[in-house]
């Protein structure tokens, strides 16, 4: 029974008609699933820091400053500029290795990047729900522990199937200048200049390219990221610093 002094007249009507919003603000809720583990994290911040590093001395490779006045050997400019390249092509591609070891050992999360089930109906059907979410088309998304179907689709094609694609034509102009016998030269430019109409030129094109379909992927992955923390139904940056998914509501 319900009196008019009773501080909480709910639960009496509770009981009636099933509805006791007191009872659900008290219970305990799953706010937070974790992700990505360290690894992962890691990898992301290195592997993005890596890739801009590429993209800008890349593209100074591709277009190069001016002549220094002076002394040639009082400059290195765009020897270091190159070096910078090549270093960081080796962390890419050696940190790409580190992100597929971990695919094999880590949480199923770890996988998705690798895998990507064009065969299952229900993929495709979240993908073009998430591609209609992104249009405007759709007013609410759905709440995705992973990553979302259509940034997986992203992910797998723009970014990992790009990334080989970088490396393999990287390293192979890498070992045209580290010569045959190197194993740049034996594992990528011995089959990737012959793939390319043994033109080393074609392939600097293709590479080229390359950088400006990775600065596509960079600026739309970023404008996604951004866009689904702010009107998303989950958070999507802090979950790449913490490794843990936040869900609103
Ligand atoms: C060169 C720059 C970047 C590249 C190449 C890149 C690439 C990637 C890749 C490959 C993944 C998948 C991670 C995995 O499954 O292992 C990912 C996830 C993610 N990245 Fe980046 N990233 C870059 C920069 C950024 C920046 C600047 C932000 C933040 C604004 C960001 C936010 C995220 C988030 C939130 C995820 C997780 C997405 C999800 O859970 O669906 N990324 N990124
Ligand atoms: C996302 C990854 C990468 C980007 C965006 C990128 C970008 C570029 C660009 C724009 C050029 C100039 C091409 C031209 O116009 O001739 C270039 C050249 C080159 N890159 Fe990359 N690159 C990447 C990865 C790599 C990797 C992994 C390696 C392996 C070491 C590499 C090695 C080279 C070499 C050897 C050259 C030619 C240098 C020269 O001729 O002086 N790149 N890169």
Redesign the pocket.
């Known amino acids: 029974m319900t009196t008019a002094s009773s501080p909480r007249p709910g639960p009496d009507l509770a009981d009636i008609t099933g509805i006791d919003e007191a009872a659900v603000a008290a219970s305990p809720r799953i706010h937070a699933v974790y992700v990505y583990e360290a690894p992962v994290r890691l990898w992301h911040w290195v592997n993005a820091m890596a890739?801009a590093v590429?993209?800008v001395t890349?593209?100074f490779?591709?277009a190069p400053l001016p002549s220094m006045p002076g002394e040639a050997s009082d400059h290195y400019l765009m020897g270091y500029i190159?070096f910078t390249?090549?270093a960081a092509?080796?962390v890419?591609?050696i940190g790409l290795l580190g992100r597929a070891y971990w695919g094999l050992v880590g949480n199923h999360h770890a996988r998705e990047l690798f895998t990507l089930p064009v065969l299952r109906a229900a993929y495709w059907k979240e993908v073009f729900a998430m591609a209609a979410w992104y249009l405007f088309l759709r007013p609410r998304p759905s709440q995705y522990v992973g990553h979302n179907p259509m940034s997986r689709l992203a992910m797998f094609v723009g970014y990992l199937m790009l990334?080989l694609f970088?490396?393999a034509t990287?390293?192979a102009?890498?070992g045209e200048?580290t010569l045959e016998g190197s194993w740049a030269h034996t594992l990528f430019t011995s089959w990737v200049i012959p793939l390319f109409g043994g033109n080393s030129q074609t392939v600097?094109?293709w590479?080229?390219l390359?950088?400006w379909a990775?600065v596509c992927f960079v600026i739309m992955h970023i404008y996604a990221a951004i866009r689904e923390d702010i009107m998303g139904r989950q958070s999507m940056v802090s979950t790449m610093i913490s490794g843990y998914r936040t869900f609103k509501e």
């Open positions: 890739i590429l993209c890349g593209y490779i591709g190159r390249h090549f092509g080796y890419l591609a990334t970088m490396i990287g390293f102009l890498y200048g600097h094109t590479h080229h390359g950088m990775m």
